[in-house]
């Protein structure tokens, strides 16, 4: 059932002779074409939204299908943060007020359309995803200069247009075809979307299984697989297990004593590429000067109390990274600090210091689900010092709400995975208009708005790290790690397209995986 | 009056319905052992049960290579001491366990009753009320609510007993039905005594017996209940040391050989479970043999 | 007859309706689906555009008007989280959760069956107690550690079976035992309390005092009368399974309609939970309707005592 890709058996005897007689025509050369098939444990439910490039919603998931199916003006590619794709250059107008992208010639479609600026307009205007809204504020036109140039007019100077419009923080720059589009409709779409990626659309079963094929006239090269299938399996054992059994060549995300068994397995490797997400403390109270969190050595003492080490090798076997900032060190605008040393006696000292010789009641600890083991590993080391909290689990969407609604207290174990740079990263904690800011400091806010105005890179530059700096000063969060995220890989893979790019966690791009040949 | 006197006394524990055929001693046995343990789960831990070190994670059993006299069960995967976990977790279990199966019962019982002899406007609308329970699968419901009430131990009781208090009611009001029909009841009517009493004396002690044994087979899935939503992420809170929480936790470590922090609270779960289940069947035959659809 | 049958047919409407307003207002106080459909830290911009586009920032009340009135033309919605049509997404699991169940009944029955008709004949013997802690047994493990386990031994150690996903006969074996085993006991427990029912009666009497070999009287006089109730039970459990099998699902990545639900309510995704809940209720309380409906034409005194 669901599986319309198993032929009867005349069809079978017929693809079969078909085989026969190719092989019979067509003297085998070396490079055959694409070849055999790649199959994947997905850890998540494979949704139809994926599908289309317009309903990306500011998570970094979609562009597992997008990878596949589409491609974009400029996209992160191995190498490039922002690398030429569909567009082969692009240039900013002199008053920083136009960008003009220049398309790559020859381009087609699955359906054999050629990619044109017509397509790259309608996209635009389509898109409906994360920063949409934004982008159609500052965007005051879409021109299609001729069929192979498109110029964007922004109403005033953006300095992060790019950054916007051309990594994942979008998917706006993700081209789907006008014309499909208008024949087909929406929905149409997206029972059968078309793209201009290196893998055409065979079959999709809603949250269970997506079926890919290698599209040979793909611009960059053709990919060397023939056949691609995203599987969804939701439990982490039974990914380790189909993996163990060779039913899929790649998993995603394992963690502990799983990943360590995969490891240990001869024949499986496992690769751990760092990630956007940053796991970080945050203490609510902080902002309430009745609250002992109030106090910036009690923060420090938290934040010395935490052996960040441990709780790496324990979660992500020591892939992690343990940092004292909640930006990636890869991000523009990044100030990196050094993760806090371990020392729980410096931290007894700065609770007696601070007036809690015995240490204190926090109150409840909340840890983002399902990170319930770590948050319980953290607060043991709390606990360690005299900093005393309850755990309180919560269920995923719940979590969320309270923390956005900042009815959360105590201390909160949060993940962030903003992209962007240093300013979007930063945004949403540290600023009177950031979601989960339970408070501002006049300073940073005042930083915060003088840099949203910057032209200049590098004063701009110089504004974020003065931000940065104050944040960190202050102590208003104990960051622990930057994010490993550990995958299995099978004995058939030769290139798995793992961490080929910084900050994306799958296997990307797709025309790059091979198979090792027997 | 002498009708219900006659069924109270079954509850009465006769000795000898004890010592007749099948009398499920090991199931006893092995329920008391275990509320021994949980009562005095603080006398006899080695450790406490929810503080760890990440040094020592995944220390395995005495009698196995690497593992020491420390841990006699070994540690679990922040490093805890699972035997004190076990311990600990019968507390934990068993109050969860039973205070949702009575809280469950009361107000299922209760509601049964009401439904049952008042009838009427009264009995459709607590029956369609249970209707639209069950047609919620349970799994989902539990799921529900503790997205709405968040979870602690108490918030788990409070959700297994709104789960399956429906399953009481509607064993205990056919029960009623038939019992309103009997002479005593309707001697109590004649005698002009009010609705009230007649429920609280009359239809209450002859329904307890179903009652009892509904309680003792819910025991085993409520218990495997809460074991599941662990695994779905809305079970006890840790560091609460619940077996199903470790069953659900542990399951990390079944592929690396980590075998008994998934066997151990697994194998406590089973004899809790199927202790309860034997003695709820031995109390259906021997307290209430009409009782069929469980 | 027929004044029954439309009093049970306005009861299961009402238990439909009243279903709907559960579900519906259960739902909206679980959380904003907006926050989970974004990384963490998303702006106020991207959340307030997704909750106009599902039109969340309407009165509640609008919303379950709007809500009754398309479901009234057969339109249950597009899933926030799928963004598509929720009927056709769980028609397209319903097959997958069938034939599970389907399997799994079958599970259950061969183990419920025999262990209840030994447990009526052969009371308290050996196999009475080996049978009967066999399909206890199921009921005391919790269904994720039984698929685990299998998993491991029959997938990684021995190799015989594919540890996940669906497509072929194989592929159902361990989810449907797992689910199967959970519901043995109950089947297990019905069968012996109607065997011994009726080999009380008259009727079995009747049969013995003929000479009839006690085989016979069992296996076929005795067992074919005691096979009602428990296969009226089995319909009601099996339309149960379909509903309770996300832990099965989850662990088999099986791709049915509990799974569906799980993340539905996860999601908050709540076109899915609607649909899903009202669907599946409407399936039991059919079923029931049935059942009441079945009884009362086989024992006419049913009709008026309820």
């Known amino acids: 059932m669901n599986h319309p890709r198993t032929l009867g058996p005349i069809a079978r005897r017929l693809a079969l002779w078909g085989l026969v007689a190719l092989a019979l025509l067509t003297p085998t050369p070396a490079s055959a074409g694409p070849e055999g098939q790649l199959t994947w444990g997905v850890h998540l439910s494979l949704v139809t939204r994926w599908l289309d490039p317009a309903e990306m919603e500011g998570i970094l998931t979609p562009f597992l299908f997008y990878y596949a199916l589409h491609d974009a003006l400029v996209k992160p590619m191995p190498g490039h943060a922002m690398g030429p794709s569909l567009a082969e250059s692009w240039t900013m107008g002199k008053d920083a007020l136009s960008y003009d992208f220049v398309l790559r010639k020859g381009v087609r479609f699955h359906n054999g359309d050629p990619v044109t600026a017509e397509d790259v307009k309608f996209t635009f205007e389509r898109y409906k995803g994360a ?27 953006w300095p992060d247009f790019m950054t916007f419009y051309g990594t994942s923080a979008t998917g706006a720059g993700w081209i789907v075809p006008k014309k499909y589009v208008d024949k087909v409709g929406e929905d149409g779409f997206k029972k059968a979307p078309v793209g201009a990626g290196p893998y055409r659309f065979v079959s999709f079963t809603p949250g269970v299984e997506l079926v890919l094929e290698a599209f040979e006239g793909y611009w960059r090269k053709t990919p060397s697989v023939k056949r691609l299938v995203l599987r969804a399996m939701p439990e982490e054992t039974t990914r380790a297990a189909a993996l163990k059994k060779g039913e899929v060549d790649i998993v995603y995300l394992l963690s502990g004593p799983v990943a360590e068994e995969i490891r240990r397995t001869p024949g499986l490797r496992l690769v751990a590429p760092l990630v956007a997400g940053v796991f970080w403390l945050d203490f609510p109270d902080q902002w309430d000067p009745k609250s002992p969190w109030h106090e910036p050595r009690v923060r420090l003492a938290a934040s010395l109390a935490i052996d960040r080490q441990a709780v790496n090798a324990a979660e992500t076997l020591g892939f992690s990274q343990p940092t004292g900032s909640i930006v990636p060190r890869s991000f523009e605008f990044a100030l990196p600090f050094d993760p806090p040393r371990y020392d729980p006696k410096r931290a007894k000292e700065l609770l007696a210091e601070a007036g809690y010789p015995d240490g204190f009641d926090a109150g409840d600890f909340h840890p983002f689900p399902p990170y319930f083991s770590m948050g319980e590993a953290l607060a043991g080391y709390l606990q360690a010092v005299g900093i005393r909290t309850r755990i309180k689990t919560m269920e995923r969407a719940a979590f969320q709400t309270a923390w956005r609604e900042k009815t959360l207290h105590g201390v909160l174990l949060g993940i962030t995975g903003a992209s962007g740079n240093a300013a979007t990263r930063l945004e949403g904690y540290v600023t009177k208009t950031g979601i989960y800011a339970y408070g501002v400091l006049p300073e940073v806010e005042d930083l915060f708005h003088r840099q949203a105005r910057e032209l200049d890179r590098k004063k701009r530059g110089a504004l974020l790290h003065q931000i940065q700096k104050v944040v960190h000063d202050h102590v208003l969060h104990a960051p622990i790690y930057q994010l490993a995220f550990l995958c299995g890989i099978g004995p058939r893979v030769a290139e798995s397209g793992m961490g080929l790019m910084p900050g994306f966690a799958y296997s990307a791009p797709y025309e790059d995986l091979t198979l090792r040949t027997p | 009056m002498n009708g219900s006197r006659a069924a109270g006394l079954t509850l009465a524990w006769r000795f000898a319905a004890f010592r007749s055929e099948g009398f499920p001693l090991l199931p006893t046995l092995i329920l008391l052992t275990l509320a021994l343990v949980a009562i005095f789960a603080n006398v006899i831990t080695p450790y406490n049960p929810e503080i760890g070190s990440l040094g020592d994670r995944f220390h395995p059993p005495v009698w196995q290579a690497g593992g020491s006299a420390e841990h006699l069960l070994g540690t679990d995967h922040l490093g805890r001491d699972v035997l004190s976990r076990l311990i600990f977790g019968a507390r934990v279990s068993m109050v969860v366990g039973f205070t949702a199966v009575i809280v469950a019962g009361l107000l299922g019982t209760g509601l049964g009753i009401v439904s049952g002899y008042l009838g009427g406007w009264v009995d459709q609308l607590i029956m369609r009320i249970t209707d639209t329970w069950l047609a919620l699968p349970a799994l989902t419901f539990a799921i529900f609510l503790a997205a709405i009430v968040g979870p602690s131990e108490m918030n788990i009781v409070i959700i297994l007993a709104a789960v399956y208090w429906t399953r009481y009611a509607r064993v205990i009001r056919g029960e009623v039905l038939s019992l309103k029909e009997r002479d005593f009841v309707r001697l109590a009517i004649v005698a002009g005594c009010s609705k009230r009493t007649i429920m609280r004396r009359h239809i209450l002690p002859n329904v307890l017996n179903s009652a009892i044994v509904l309680a003792t087979l819910m025991l085993g899935v409520v218990i495997v209940t809460e074991a599941s939503l662990s695994f779905l992420g809305v079970g006890v809170p840790p560091p609460k040391p619940a077996w199903g929480l470790m069953l659900a936790d542990g399951k990390k470590g079944l592929m690396a050989g980590y075998w008994w922090l998934t066997v151990l609270p697994g194998c406590c779960i089973v004899l809790m479970v199927l202790a309860a289940n034997l003695l709820g069947d031995w109390l259906r035959v021997k307290l209430d043999p009409q009782l069929r659809q469980l | 007859m027929r004044r029954f049958i439309l009093r049970r047919l306005g009861f299961a409407v009402v238990s439909l309706f009243l279903l709907s307003v559960t579900i519906f207002f259960f739902v909206r106080v679980t959380g904003d689906p907006a926050v989970l459909l974004v990384e963490p830290g998303a702006s106020q911009a991207d959340l307030d555009a997704i909750r106009q586009q599902f039109g969340l920032d309407q009165p509640l009340p609008v919303q379950y008007g709007s809500f009754i009135a398309h479901l009234a033309r057969g339109d249950f919605g597009q899933s926030f989280y799928y963004r598509t049509d929720v009927l056709e997404l769980y028609l397209s699991r319903l097959p997958a959760s069938l034939l599970l169940a389907t399997v799994a009944m ?201």
């Open chain 1, 131 to 157: 920063g949409g809204k934004l982008l159609r504020e500052k965007v005051r036109e879409v021109q299609v200069v001729d069929p192979g140039r498109v110029r964007f007019h922004l109403r005033e100077p």
């Open chain 3, 106 to 306: 079958v599970f259950s029955l061969v183990i419920g069956l025999p262990t209840g008709i030994v447990a009526a004949v052969r009371v308290n013997g050996w196999w009475d107690s080996a049978g009967k802690i066999f399909a206890l047994l199921g009921l005391s493990m919790p269904s994720f550690w039984v698929g685990l386990l299998m998993i491991l031994f029959f997938s990684v150690y021995l190799g015989w079976l594919p540890s996940s996903g669906s497509g072929t006969l194989l592929h159902v074996l361990m989810p449907a035992f797992a689910l199967g085993w959970y519901f043995a006991a109950a089947h297990m427990r019905l069968t012996r309390s109607s065997m011994l029912e009726v080999l009380g009666s008259e009727y079995v009497k009747l049969a013995r005092l003929k000479g009839l070999p006690e085989a016979l009287v069992i296996g076929k006089h005795a067992f074919k009368n005691a096979l009602i109730p428990v296969l009226t039970l089995a319909g009601i459990n099996l339309v149960l399974m379909v509903n309770v099998a996300v832990v099965v699902e989850t662990v088999f990545a099986w791709p049915g309609v509990g799974r569906l639900l799980y993340e539905g309510i996860a999601f908050r995704d709540f076109p899915v939970v609607q649909a899903t809940v009202l669907l599946g209720g409407a399936m039991i309380v059919t079923v029931n309707l049935i059942v009441d409906v079945l009884y009362a034409v086989i024992d006419p005194r049913i009709r008026y005592e309820r």
